[in-house]
């Protein structure tokens, strides 16, 4: 079976993109959401524990709806990022576009531990992308590596 030919995104796609994700979408800044890496078909971000985020005062603890937002997110720009490295012939501007089309169509969400921790980090993955939908593997890490919470998520693409 001839391998697959590895995808390199433009520097212009990866700033852009994260422009739009970190900035552009408002409520990705106030989660204080940060890109740290975009490939093909898996992105990571990080988020600041900030007092505006806590759920629980007494431990000093993550909202629960900060991490199903942050997930939620984070699958959409992995969709979006899977979404460009099928279309490389197009132009930076026709790929970004196509996010005006994306989508959360189910997110399932499973809470594991509780989300305690100066940071957080959080892994995307795309598992398939169809001509229609796409699905997502989420995982909400601790800043010790500890695994705080998974998602899975389906995002309509067209």
Not at 23 to 28: A, L, R
Not at 56 to 66: S, W
Not at 97 to 111: A, E, N, P, Q, S
């Amino acid at each position: 079976m001839p391998k697959k030919a590895v995808v390199e995104f433009e520097p212009e796609f990866v700033e852009k993109l994260t422009h739009i994700f970190e900035h552009d979408i408002v409520f990705n800044r106030t989660l204080g959401l940060k890109i740290t890496s975009v490939t093909p078909t898996v992105v990571c971000g990080r988020i600041a524990m900030r007092p505006q985020l806590v759920g629980h005062p007494a431990y000093n603890r993550l909202h629960g709806g900060v991490i199903s937002a942050t997930l939620d997110a984070m699958g959409g720009i992995a969709v979006l990022a899977a979404v460009g490295a099928r279309h490389m012939d197009e132009s930076v501007e026709a790929r970004l576009h196509r996010f005006i089309k994306l989508g959360t169509i189910d997110l399932r969400v499973d809470y594991l531990r509780p989300g305690i921790g100066e940071h957080f980090d959080v892994r995307a993955e795309v598992i398939r992308l169809g001509s229609r939908v796409a699905s997502t593997r989420m995982e909400f890490s601790g800043p010790d590596g500890t695994l705080l919470s998974t998602g899975c998520g389906a995002y309509i693409v067209s």
